[in-house]
């Protein structure tokens, strides 16, 4: 047996795993040359059919019906004759077998997203994934395949999609390892809510471990044990129990409301699909503070209907007495979705994304608003606008939404119009916060994006992980200035980003003023704990000392020394 190596990585997502790996090497592939070309092509298209509708069967099985649909498409188009001959032209004309896969995966895809039908544009995606499985074929490297694995294991990766991480299944996905991604990517997020440790912006991971190899990772420190020996997996064994240990004791927490001297802080959950809003619900959160609707619109070929976001919407909308905040679809950035017509963007965060999207695919923004306006009658729904730069921005949604509500009036169509907020994830909103406020029912702040935007860096950046704390002073102040503007206009102020669920960080948001921290339905309990053993008078000393900090760990052991004294 090899022996045992040591990285550190970014903790992404809480709990410690340990088990045996599996590895997905997405490097590039080649080819290879053989005597027959056009011969191994179609034997290698043949493989790969059957894998495909292996995996389909997988996935239908496990219930996941999109992930089915897809793969059943996919395996369709393994056996078109349209791919076959054109590399087999391809060959014929003197081209290497790479050269003839190459162009005809290029040319095919062109042709597909030139069409002017989203389920067709979307086969383009199809055809890229195919010929890459079947270049890897070729190539004699495995693809594995994240939705189908079967025993309990843990992934390595040089990177996961926010599409791929939501089709994990978390009951033998016990934990990922990835070289790319930072701590507020959406791959972490995801794996928060489904509750699987995850340790990302770990390079050099996938060279050190072989598939089969056990491999431990703690997802609080980004500590990774790559063949641990006995020693080290006594460490992390004995970690994981004390992860479970004060999981459980945060459990009193359930269903209480916690607060700070006489100010309520309310603790609800950040959603994204059934399986969450279910977890929310069993952990008591007070509400729902954040429904990223977007994942409704991801890895599939076309949108969702009005029908199916409404029942999803009106589902979370019953299971609460409290405000579910449902935030209309924050696609782009890492969150693409293929029937959208969005150039490829360079940087793509700082480009078009959520409600810059609005006007411009304002069929699908109507539709949304009117499943959000419908579910608004069967419980306490509020709607939020993300990504907002400009106060224009707002009138013009505001003005979309009161179309869509007259033309529900006159349809004879029973809805309600809720209460409109938006995120404050750019820091222009945060500096000009008293214009704003008076615009909007709430504000909710997004720190994972405010930290990108403030510190000048991509959330999914695995090397800048030191730019990516939201503890920064520079986007405390821009809380505060926050919190401040809305208090002075009488409206409520929330956190939603992942600083919310940081133990520090719900200190020095409380502290602040906060009036709910919004955190992943695991993570409701341990952030009522923390905000119920913070002494009023202590938070109140923290605040001055903190914004005048230099640097997040300064604001860290401000509140660790703060903490200590009480
Ligand atoms: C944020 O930016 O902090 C936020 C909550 O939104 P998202 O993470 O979905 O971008
Ligand atoms: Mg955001």
């Known amino acids: 047996m090899r022996a045992e190596a040591r990285l550190v990585g970014t903790g992404a997502a809480g709990g410690v795993a340990i088990g045996p790996a599996v590895v997905i090497d997405t490097v590039e592939v080649e080819i290879p040359v053989t005597e027959d070309p056009v ?64 162009n005809t995966s290029a040319e095919i895809a062109a042709m597909f997203a030139a069409i002017d039908d989203p389920y067709i544009a979307a086969r383009a995606t199809d055809v890229v994934e195919v010929t890459d499985r079947v270049r890897r074929h070729l190539a004699g490297v495995e693809s594995a395949d994240l939705g189908t694995i079967e025993e309990p294991s843990i992934l390595v990766a040089t990177a996961i999609t926010a599409a791929e991480t ?20 959406h791959v972490a ?17 996938v060279e050190l471990v072989s598939s089969g190899d056990s491999v431990a990772l703690d997802g609080t420190s980004g500590e990774v044990a790559i063949r641990p020996n006995d020693e080290t997996t006594a460490v992390f064994t004995a970690l994981r129990d004390a992860f479970a240990a004060a999981q459980q004791a945060a459990a009193r927490f359930r269903g209480v409301r916690v607060t700070l001297g006489s100010r309520e802080v309310a603790v609800p959950a950040n959603v994204g699909s059934r399986e969450d809003v279910e977890l929310a619900i069993a952990e008591g959160a007070d509400g729902i503070g954040l429904l990223r ?17 409404f029942e999803f919407y009106s589902f979370a909308a019953q299971g609460f007495r409290d ?5 209309t679809f924050d696609i782009g950035g890492d969150k693409p979705a293929s029937y959208l017509d969005i150039d490829p963007e360079e940087n793509p965060f700082l480009g078009v994304r959520g409600a810059r999207l609005y006007s411009q695919e304002s069929d699908l923004f109507n539709t949304q608003v009117r499943a959000v306006l419908r579910a608004a009658t069967h419980g306490d729904v509020a709607l939020m606008l993300p990504m907002i730069s400009h106060v224009s921005e707002i009138r013009e949604a505001r003005a979309q939404i009161a179309e869509v509500a007259a033309q529900l009036v006159a349809e004879g169509v029973d809805h309600e119009v809720p209460l409109i907020g938006v995120m404050v994830e750019v820091p222009a909103v945060a500096l000009v916060a008293d214009a704003i406020a008076s615009e909007v029912d709430f504000f909710s702040i997004g720190t994972n994006d405010l930290t990108q935007y403030t510190m000048a860096a991509d959330r999914t950046n695995g090397v800048l992980d030191g730019f990516q704390d939201p503890m920064h002073p520079a986007v405390l102040a821009l809380c505060k200035l926050t919190a401040d503007a ?47 053993s913070l002494d009023p008078a202590t938070a109140e000393r923290l605040v001055q000392p903190v914004l005048a900090a230099a640097s997040a760990d300064e604001v860290r052991e401000i509140v660790r020394a703060a903490n200590s004294e009480s």
């Open 293 to 309: 609707t977007e994942f409704l619109f991801l890895d599939r070929s076309t949108p969702p209907s009005e029908q199916e976001q």
């Open 486 to 532: 809305a208090h002075r206009n009488q409206i409520t102020v929330s956190v939603c980003g992942l600083a919310a669920a940081d133990p520090v960080g719900a200190v020095v948001l409380a502290a602040m003023g906060i009036d709910k921290l919004s955190v992943s339905g695991r993570s409701v309990n341990p952030t009522k704990s923390v905000i119920d």
């Open 166 to 185: 939501a089709m994990l299944d978390p009951s033998v996905v016990l934990g990922f390892i990835t070289e790319a991604g930072g701590p507020t990517s």
């Open 189 to 205: 997020i995801i794996a928060r809510s489904l509750g699987v440790a995850a340790v990302v912006g770990t390079p050099g991971v």
């Open 323 to 327: 405000t579910v905040v449902i935030r």
């Open 39 to 102: 011969a191994s092509f179609n034997d290698a298209m043949a493989a790969v059919q059957a894998d495909l509708i292996r995996l389909q069967e997988h996935a239908r099985n496990a219930g996941r019906a999109e992930a089915a649909e897809v793969l059943g498409a996919q395996a369709l188009m393994a056996e078109d004759p349209m791919l076959a001959d054109s590399v087999a032209a391809g060959v014929a004309s003197g081209a290497t077998l790479e050269e003839a896969v190459t």
